[in-house]
């Protein structure tokens, strides 16, 4: 079983984002459950999500308390929360940042965790530049397709669509092909550093 | 057809596949989804034909029900919480009357302290309304109940709750395998009714019954149940041969044979049960699982002869008869009694507390030493209960409970008694 959390705050589509990943793996034949940490939701909490991904029938209703992988949405949140908690030692990281893990302080975990699987991504200025609005879960999901190898694009795309129609799923299909781009580039420039 | 799909969207897919007439609902969490799913259903035709009515409260919600069911129209409702209770005085005229309504219940907590969150105490209040209920353990479970449950209470002309888990199920994406009209079609017939007002035809129902009828109406209600015993297995095994999966049916074991520790409960939870049980079965542990799918009726029989051969079981329940302990357990007890077995109740998960499997793991090692109290609060923060135990000893004015509670684990400022 594969476990995901995602971090964020209300309004930027947290509970979405987990769904999605969920069709995305379902789309590729997996089991997936998504949900979320049924707070009550105001905008600007922080909100939590989560995906568990398996090859069989997922019956766990626990919350995933020691993820694979961290999806985070807002980089203020670290300030706030411990997102890191219970990350396994050889857990993904996707934080949505313009800047580098190095250049907001978490060099260290960078040490830790190694570069091959983490990686930041400006991916509110990905929504904005593409579907005009600051919402950063589209961009984050195709940016850990890339990340993590576990979905194809395509995936992703099947799950835009199935989601949203017309200028907003063509909008956050071009944010999506953009992410996973820049992410594929980082990979590859550290493999070959 | 397999879909990757919301708990909430998947069952309205359902209703709406059983060609309901008539759909009344007032919107309250965690059911909300469900309804709003049909109405957008209904208002773009893909519903037709059928009525949904936007009603000014739950109580108007059954009562419309009841109107339109008595009417000859099937009729769907769903509710929780709250809701469900502001319904109670037309929740039992709709069993009293014979009205085979289908309601979701959608299992939330019961306040005050308000809660959204999921628990069972909402659908076990209305145990003894004449109400037939079912619990489904996945989302899956949940689609093929609601089909299920048409035939059922049309069959048996009562009335029926499906309980899946607020949030936890409601809330959750996952595949659910969605039939088709024509496989629905196949297995439900068009609605029959038993009784039925028309103006062509006019008769009364819901007469005064004084105290030379009314035990006889009562019990007539209680022998509808006990046909239900004999139904639900039946209408299981048809579903089977129509859809091609199980599902349904009184209760269900798991990895039950030469159990010596029993796990019972109902709902959601027993995904995260059977995979604490299959990692105790890993390390060689003679534990198994029953799950209750029919509260009510409920299965005496095929309990006890579920449990007969265990030394021991645990009644794992999300919820709480204050000042006795458990509600299933009392039910579980009764079926084995006479056995000599030893019982203990577990109450988890009240108000949307985590049900983990580290939790699981520890209270089903207690409870294969025996060493489990007779009833236990799995992880209930004692040193909070303490504290306010403590507060009340000291101080006559020591102030609302649930605030002191907040204050005390750091996560409200409001209180400031004691």
Redesign the interface.
């Given at each position: 079983m594969f476990q995901i959390r995602v971090h964020g705050r209300g309004g930027q589509g947290v509970v979405t984002a987990?769904?999605m990943l969920?069709?995305a793996?379902?789309?590729e034949g997996r089991?997936?459950?998504?949900?979320?940490s049924?707070g009550?939701e105001r905008t600007g909490a922080p909100v939590v999500a989560f995906c568990r991904l398996d090859d069989k029938?997922?019956?766990?209703?626990?919350?995933i308390?020691e993820p694979d992988a961290l999806i985070i949405q807002d980089p203020t949140l670290l300030h706030q929360i411990d997102v890191f908690s219970g990350l396994k030692p050889d857990g993904y990281v996707l934080l949505n940042s313009a800047h580098s893990f190095e250049q907001i302080g978490l060099g260290d975990l960078v040490k830790q965790h190694g570069h091959s699987k983490m990686s930041t991504l400006p991916a509110t200025e990905l929504g904005l530049k593409h579907v005009g609005r600051p919402i950063p879960n589209v961009p984050l999901i195709a940016g850990f397709a890339a990340l993590s190898g576990m979905f194809k694009l395509e995936s992703v795309v099947k799950a835009i669509n199935e989601k949203f129609s017309g200028k907003v799923a063509a909008g956050n299909i071009a944010a999506a092909t953009e992410a996973y781009e820049l992410v594929k580039q980082q990979m590859e420039d550290r493999a070959n550093a | 057809m397999l879909k990757q799909i919301e708990g909430s969207k998947a069952v309205a897919e359902a209703i709406a596949l059983c060609r309901p007439e008539v759909i009344c609902a007032y919107p309250i969490s965690p059911q909300t989804h469900i309804v709003e799913a049909l109405g957008e259903m209904v208002k773009s035709e893909k519903l037709t034909p059928c009525e949904f009515i936007n009603v000014e409260s739950e109580f108007a919600a059954m009562s419309v029900a009841i109107g339109s069911s008595a009417a000859g129209a099937r009729s769907y409702t769903a509710t929780a919480s709250q809701g469900l209770l502001f319904m109670v005085e037309a929740v039992y005229n709709a069993a009293g009357l014979g009205l085979p309504i289908v309601m979701t219940v959608a299992n939330r907590a019961i306040g005050a302290p308000i809660n959204i969150w999921n628990d069972h105490s909402d659908s076990l209040s209305q145990r003894d309304s004449g109400w037939m209920q079912l619990f489904a353990e996945t989302n899956q479970e949940a689609v093929d109940l609601h089909i299920q449950a048409f035939k059922l209470a049309e069959e048996l002309s009562m009335p029926i709750m499906v309980c899946m888990d607020g949030f936890i199920l409601t809330h959750a994406f996952e595949r659910v395998d969605i039939p088709t009209q024509e496989q629905v079609d196949g297995y439900l017939p068009t609605f029959d009714p038993r009784q039925s007002l028309d103006p062509k035809e006019p008769i009364s129902i819901g007469a005064m019954v004084g105290p030379e009828a009314f035990m006889e109406v009562k019990y007539l209600a209680h022998a509808k149940q006990m046909q239900a015993l004999e139904l639900i297995p039946q209408l299981a095994a048809e579903f089977k041969q129509q859809f091609g999966r199980e599902s349904g049916g009184l209760v269900r074991t798991y990895r039950a044979e030469d159990a010596e520790t029993m796990i019972v409960a109902m709902g959601s939870v027993l995904g995260t049960v059977k995979d604490t049980v299959d990692e105790m079965r890993e390390q060689g542990h003679k534990i198994g699982v029953l799950g209750i799918i029919s509260y009510r009726p409920f299965p005496l029989q095929e309990v006890r002869a579920a449990l007969v051969n265990c030394k021991r079981f645990v009644v794992l329940e999300k919820s709480l008869a204050v000042g006795m302990g458990g509600i299933v357990a009392t039910d579980v007890r009764m079926a084995v009694s006479g056995t000599g077995l030893k019982g203990f109740t577990a109450i988890a998960g009240l108000g949307g507390r985590n049900i983990t499997k580290a939790s699981l793991h520890k209270l089903f090692l207690e409870a294969e030493q025996e060493k489990l109290e007779p009833v236990t609060f799995v992880d209930l923060d004692w040193e909070v209960v303490n504290k306010q135990l403590e507060r009340e000893k000291q101080n006559r004015h020591s102030g609302p409970i649930a605030e002191n509670i907040l204050y005390d684990k750091g996560m409200s400022t409001s209180a400031k008694f004691g």
């Open positions: 987990t769904e969920s069709v793996a379902f789309e089991h997936a459950q998504a949900f979320p049924f009550s029938e997922i019956r766990l209703r626990e919350p308390m | -």
